[in-house]
């Protein structure tokens, strides 16, 4: 899951990217509302973690657009505004979510995992390939009720080839979905996490195999006998 944080505070901004990241997830951070539109033009995100008082535009105007131009991207806004009518206003300009700041990164944590529980049926919230499920929201894998023990990016891989089973995944797109920005993932760290997550999958019965199509990229499929 890739998640964007518009966050004018410098401290508060680091704090929030390294509970993220531990968590498993990826995460691109801005300090100002142009800057967020700029990344939400330039990428793809699962999940906005949104501060309303930013320097140079409401977070309120900005939640008001992405619905005006009918972008279901859900959205967690993080704010000092905790009053009951605040929150109403917040929630009423299409946010779907609100924690009023100071909060625990614990509870931001099971907020967003909620907010990817209620995400529409269309994200595959459980991914299925062979014998391989994949628990999106709770990031577990397994093999026949087996928990299979994966890092971060490893995951992250899987989750991409399992939701294009069957088709080649090229090189560079899984270089930018494993990309934040100013921390660009190279064509060898790559090549190095497929390595790890087809050796874990070896010796399962997972009945499936990651191919490597030369000069293209990679291939998730099921074994033939």
């Known amino acids: 899951m890739r998640i964007l944080l518009i966050e004018d505070s410098p401290r508060l901004r680091d704090l929030l990217c390294e509970a993220v990241r531990d968590a498993g997830w990826r995460i691109d951070a801005f300090a100002t509302a142009q800057e967020g539109r700029l990344a939400l033009a330039g990428a793809e995100y699962?999940?906005?973690l949104l501060d309303l008082g930013l320097?140079?535009?409401d977070g309120i105007d900005v939640l008001k657009s992405l619905r005006t131009a009918k972008m279901p991207l859900?959205?967690?806004v993080l704010t000092a505004r905790g009053a009951i009518d605040e929150r109403i206003i917040g929630l009423d300009a299409g946010a779907d979510d609100?924690?009023?700041?100071p909060f625990h990164n614990g509870e931001l944590i099971a907020r967003i995992r909620a907010l990817m529980r209620?995400?529409?049926v269309s994200t595959m919230p459980t991914?299925?390939?062979g014998a391989v499920q994949y628990d999106v929201a709770s990031r577990r894998v397994t093999c026949a009720g087996s928990e299979i023990a994966l890092a971060p990016s490893e995951k992250g891989l899987l989750e991409i080839l399992m939701r294009n089973g069957g088709r080649v995944v090229p090189k560079s797109k899984l270089e930018h979905a494993f990309s934040e920005f100013g921390d660009e993932r190279s064509s060898n760290a790559v090549e190095l996490a497929v390595s790890r997550l087809r050796k874990k999958l070896e010796g399962r019965?997972?009945?499936t195999l990651i191919e490597t199509v030369r000069g293209v990229g990679y291939m998730m499929r099921e074994a033939r006998d």
């Open 118 to 120: 209620r995400a529409p």
């Open 127 to 129: 991914l299925e390939f």
């Open 205 to 207: 019965q997972t009945n």
């Open 74 to 76: 859900p959205v967690l």
């Open 46 to 48: 699962d999940l906005l």
């Open 98 to 101: 609100y924690l009023a700041k």
């Open 55 to 57: 320097p140079d535009e």
